[in-house]
């Protein structure tokens, strides 16, 4: 029987383009999301984008424009980088554009409430307006101001905000995290959270006047004064995609009766999906997510990748130059899946040079060649056969870099295989045992063509193109200079 299987990007705010970090991400679910498919599953994929953030607000107010025009503008970045990206995602949401998403993030606010979980409370902070955020004794520097603000004078605010009762959930979600019944992945990121968890869970805050949002964001029921604060509202997009709001079909299927609900995110934001968030579907009596699988980041030429400094790297600028699937390649295979790596233009143009060009490129041309010369018709199409388990267990475990290296291991040993076969020379002394070892090797680029569709589509089915045809491609990865 076919698997129900939710699967989720997390939905990055919008006020500026998308950077490789963002692609990383994209990249990463998109792959596990076609090997569910490949493997029979019945996938619902989403991603989209935070419009309600804050930082969407102040940063449109800085380029002197309208909030919704600057936040659909740059929403459309994300998705062409999704689609320049070749992501098969179902569902792409814009949270400001989607009206089962602000009915759905009211119905949940609307549950918990009933539920007991949220109370109004006055609160009294340092208030930074640059960041629009209550700042701490340890968020502030030694003047007493926001690091990210110098020279700004922090405010003594005063305010009513709804709160989430956080606190209710502590011993549940120890248990539910230490049992893997909601497994975070990889351990490191799980041992994070319950010591987060265990230094003692305060509930937090989930709305802001109208004022200080600038007017920008969900409503919260029944009190006009209020909007939703940003955990609240984006959160809630992975049901409210599925039609929460009406308890839709698709949120029965992909939610309710899903075998597996999977969110991938950064590690930034671990917090907000393994605690807060689970916390609001257990207020909202809503089964919880499975697995949540968490990243690492790019740093580039060994800093934090930030517009001041000028290194952030758009990944079109990449996908124009070496093409998609040099470009997923790399991030699945030369960055770790959990952990931090630095990004350098000569560290993805060697790998490029190494294992496209001469690895895979080389390899498909050659056999291809022989082929297209030596056989009279195209080899059968192989019957699809069980991948190999070390295959399989790394890309269950989201180890994509060890399913690829698995990958490069069977196009390594079908080059020495062609070096100490020699066909070129045996199909001439002896046709029949040279069009055999041909024959074998064609079949085995076949199989590794059908690893390679998850992380590489377009390389996946060009291979398998080519192979049906008996013709050598066209160069599949030109060779370039950095
Ligand atoms: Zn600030």
């Known amino acids: 029987m076919k698997n129900k299987?939710?699967?989720?990007?997390?939905?990055?705010?919008?006020?500026?383009?998308?950077?490789?970090?963002?692609?990383?991400?994209?990249?990463?679910?998109?792959t596990y999301a076609r090997y569910r498919r490949l493997a029979g599953d019945d996938v619902f994929f989403t991603t989209g984008t935070d419009d309600?953030?804050?930082?969407?607000?102040?940063?449109?107010?800085?380029?002197?424009e309208a909030v919704q025009p600057f936040v659909r503008r740059h929403a459309a970045y994300f998705k062409e980088t999704c689609d320049r990206l070749n992501i098969s995602y179902d569902c792409f949401i814009e949270t400001s554009n989607?009206?089962?998403?602000?009915?759905?993030?009211?119905?949940?606010?609307?549950?918990?409430?009933?539920?007991?979980?949220?109370?109004?409370?006055?609160?009294?902070?340092?208030?930074?307006?640059?960041?629009?955020?209550?700042?701490?004794?340890?968020?502030?520097?030694?003047?007493?101001?926001?690091?990210?603000?110098?020279?700004?004078?922090?405010?003594?605010?005063?305010?009513?905000?709804?709160?989430?009762?956080?606190?209710?959930?502590?011993?549940?979600?120890?248990?539910?995290?230490?049992s893997d019944t909601l497994h975070i992945i990889p351990e490191t990121r799980k041992n994070e959270i319950l010591s987060f968890i265990k230094s003692g869970l305060e509930d937090f805050s989930i709305s802001r006047s109208v004022e200080r949002a600038h007017g920008w964001g969900v409503p919260v029921p029944g009190d006009d004064s209020q909007v939703m604060y940003v955990w609240f509202d984006a959160l809630s997009n992975y049901i409210n995609v599925l039609d929460y709001a009406h308890e839709g079909k698709a949120f029965q299927d992909f939610w309710l009766d899903a075998n597996e609900r999977i969110h991938c995110i950064g590690k930034g934001i671990n917090r907000f999906h393994t605690v807060y968030w689970p916390?609001?579907?257990?207020?909202?009596?809503?089964p919880l997510p499975h697995t949540v699988f968490v990243h690492g980041y790019f740093t580039v030429d060994g800093q934090k990748?930030?517009?001041?400094?000028?290194?952030?790297?758009?990944?079109?600028?990449?996908?124009?130059?070496?093409?998609?699937?040099?470009?997923?390649?790399?991030?699945?295979?030369?960055?770790?899946?959990?952990?931090?790596?630095?990004?350098?233009?000569?560290?993805?143009?060697?790998?490029?040079?190494?294992n496209l060009v001469n690895g895979?490129?080389?390899?498909?041309?050659?056999?291809?060649?022989?082929?297209?010369?030596?056989?009279?018709?195209?080899?059968?199409?192989?019957?699809?056969?069980?991948?190999?388990?070390?295959?399989?267990?790394?890309?269950?475990?989201?180890?994509?870099?060890?399913?690829?290296?698995?990958?490069?291991?069977?196009?390594?040993?079908?080059?020495?295989?062609?070096?100490?076969?020699?066909?070129?020379?045996?199909?001439?002394?002896?046709?029949?045992?040279?069009?055999?070892?041909?024959?074998?090797?064609?079949?085995?680029?076949?199989?590794i063509a059908r690893m390679l569709h998850p992380s590489m589509p377009t390389t996946s089915k060009l291979i398998k193109e080519t192979i049906l045809a008996n013709k050598k491609p066209e160069i599949m990865f030109p060779r370039l200079d950095l």
């Open 52 to 64: 309600n953030a804050l930082k969407n607000v102040l940063k449109a107010e800085e380029a002197n």
């Open 5 to 30: 299987v939710f699967v989720s990007t997390s939905i990055p705010y919008v006020n500026a383009r998308p950077h490789i970090g963002h692609a990383l991400e994209f990249v990463q679910t998109d």
């Open 279 to 286: 916390a609001m579907l257990l207020s909202g009596g809503i």
């Open 305 to 354: 990748m930030s517009k001041s400094i000028g290194n952030v790297i758009n990944p079109i600028d990449l996908i124009e130059k070496y093409g998609i699937d040099a470009v997923r390649y790399y991030f699945l295979r030369h960055q770790h899946p959990f952990e931090d790596g630095d990004f350098t233009m000569e560290k993805f143009h060697t790998a490029y040079t190494a």
């Open 98 to 178: 989607s009206d089962v998403h602000t009915q759905g993030a009211q119905k949940l606010w609307d549950v918990a409430n009933k539920k007991g979980d949220i109370y109004k409370k006055e609160y009294e902070g340092l208030y930074c307006v640059g960041c629009e955020e209550f700042k701490t004794e340890k968020d502030i520097n030694e003047q007493g101001e926001c690091p990210e603000h110098p020279g700004k004078k922090l405010e003594q605010i005063k305010e009513s905000n709804y709160f989430f009762k956080l606190s209710n959930y502590q011993k549940t979600l120890t248990e539910l995290i230490e």
């Open 360 to 447: 895979l490129g080389n390899l498909v041309s050659r056999v291809m060649k022989l082929a297209e010369t030596h056989l009279d018709a195209p080899v059968q199409r192989p019957d699809a056969i069980d991948f190999p388990d070390e295959f399989t267990q790394a890309l269950d475990a989201f180890e994509f870099s060890t399913a690829m290296d698995y990958v490069w291991s069977r196009i390594g040993r079908a080059d020495a295989h062609m070096t100490e076969e020699e066909p070129f020379k045996v199909v001439k002394t002896n046709p029949e045992e040279g069009k055999r070892i041909i024959a074998e090797l064609v079949l085995e680029l076949y199989h």
